[in-house]
T-cell receptor, first 114, second 117 residues
Framework: KQEVTQIPAALSVPEGENLVLNCSFT??????LQWFRQDPGKGLTSLLL?????REQTSGRLNASLDKSSGRSTLYIAASQPGDSATYLC?????????????FGKGTHLIIQP | ETGVTQTPRHLVMGMTNKKSLKCEQH?????MYWYKQSAKKPLELMFV???????ENNSVPSRFSPECPNSSHLFLHLHTLQPEDSALYLC????????????????FGPGTRLTVT
């Protein structure tokens, strides 16, 4: 059974710092990995999707990498801003395809101090 | 309306009530999903529908009953719930789930915050 782990569980940094959030998964037979953002009490906003054949994806100040063989992904946030404060979730589609839905980690709760 | 919408946004119900959650997607997708998010636990997949057919029931108790009348609408009927069912219920959609990885990207609604008293 696929399991997704995110480290750290919580992170607080001053504004302007670059930071890295980590995600690992136990079964490397995945189709996609998606990074989401969740604001308190709200739904999920998709940030980046990396297909299994890709190594990284970039969107603005965000860069996500995927090392499928080692079961790891990182989300790099450059020049962090207070508006980046949220919970960041990593999720994978495993070998069963989309019919199995996404398997999520517990998330990293990020606070950017002004 | 754009994206994925859910109603109601908040719901308080007693253990003997019957209520329904509604999800609608405006993306032209064919697959829809229900997830449950409880405190301190990862999001859990509950149900998957593809072209109105249920293809996954992730060991969900029968007090939760899904319905998908068409590819754009998904309901979750609730009855005789327990306090531990209090959670954020999230709906998602994707283009489908059989055409390959590019069709698997999921888009989420804002969720319904359910409190069972």
């Amino acid at each position: 059974k696929q399991e997704v782990t995110q480290i750290p569980a919580a992170l607080s940094v001053p504004e302007g710092e670059n930071l890295v959030l980590n995600c690992s998964f136990t079964d490397s037979a995945i189709y996609n990995l998606q990074w989401f953002r969740q604001d308190p009490g709200k739904g999920l906003t998709s940030l980046l999707l990396i297909q299994s054949s890709q190594r990284e994806q970039t969107s603005g100040r965000l860069n996500a990498s995927l090392d499928k063989s080692s079961g790891r992904s990182t989300l790099y946030i450059a020049a962090s801003q207070p508006g980046d404060s949220a919970t960041y979730l990593c999720a994978v589609i495993s070998s069963g395809g989309g019919a199995d839905g996404l398997t999520f980690g517990k998330g990293t709760h990020l606070i950017i101090q002004p | 309306e754009t994206g994925v919408t859910q109603t109601p946004r908040h719901l308080v119900m007693g253990m003997t009530n019957k209520k329904s959650l509604k999800c609608e997607q405006h993306l032209g997708h064919n697959a829809m999903y229900w997830y449950k998010q409880s405190a301190k636990k990862p999001l859990e997949l509950m149900f998957v529908y593809n072209f109105k057919e249920q293809t996954e029931n992730n060991s969900v108790p029968s007090r939760f009953s899904p319905e998908c009348p068409n590819s754009s609408h998904l309901f979750l009927h609730l009855h005789t719930l327990q306090p531990e069912d209090s959670a954020l219920y999230l709906c998602a959609s994707s283009q489908d789930y059989w055409r390959g990885p590019s069709s698997y990207e999921q888009y989420f609604g804002p969720g319904t915050r359910l409190t069972v008293t």
